[in-house]
């Protein structure tokens, strides 16, 4: 591990770390703090308002909370830098949060450079497709799945297993919320057909960040309807 703290023209290096031939970089300016993965920009952090969400894509991400009642349990595959952990943190604080990670270094970094309130939360260090297989616990109120491998999809994500397996580790009135990053089409069509199949009987809302290549999936397992106007935002409404 190598720490430097070089400033270029208003940007700083606050860390870098080279674990297993992957490289992991914060930085920051005198507004933002961000997470780069192997070149790649993961997520980055308001340091006036780390609880505020900086991506497009992460709105489209909470819309169901807009209309559940009484969510007590919320499960995160895929930390990353934390955005939407400290989000949810600070403006839903009666929601029990448990975060799935593989990477001992995001974990690491979210803590020392991307926690600033010092929230407490049950962070699993492991890979997402084998705590679901192995998950036998109360259902979950909503799932959050933002997994990534730099900038490809990660294999389990094309599994029909993962989704079943998701869908049975989330309550009956629950949602389950994908954010992907798929830059071809036939990938886009392949999870269609997949989430299609899978969660028959349910509402999936599909949302596309403007300028960005995050595609969001909302998965409404009893049939909940968003809000009108967010209905309007969305790519496709589909009820199965």
Known sequence: MSKTAEQNNNLTCLVQINDENRLFEVYENED????????CVQTAMSLERPDA?????MLFMVLPLN?????????ELGLGGGGLLRHLSTHFPKIQIEVVEY???V???????????????????MDARQFMSNLN??????????VFDSEQPVPFMFEPDFYQDL??????????????????QAH???LHKILSETFSGTTIYGYKAEQFANFVWLISLDNTRLDPIWRAQALFELKL
């Open 107 to 125: 974990i690491e970094l979210y803590q020392r450079h991307f926690n600033p309130q010092q929230n407490k939360h049950t962070i699993h260090c």
């Open 32 to 39: 933002l703090r961000w997470l780069s993965i192997d070149g």
């Open 137 to 146: 616990s109360k259902p979950f109120d909503l799932i959050f799945v933002d």
């Open 103 to 105: 990477e001992s270094a």
């Open 53 to 57: 969400l900086m991506f497009p894509h």
């Open 188 to 190: 886009l069509e392949q």
């Open 67 to 75: 209309v559940m009642d009484n969510v007590s349990h919320a499960l």
């Open 167 to 184: 869908k049975k580790q989330v309550n009956n009135t629950g949602w389950i919320v994908l954010n992907t990053v798929l830059t071809s």
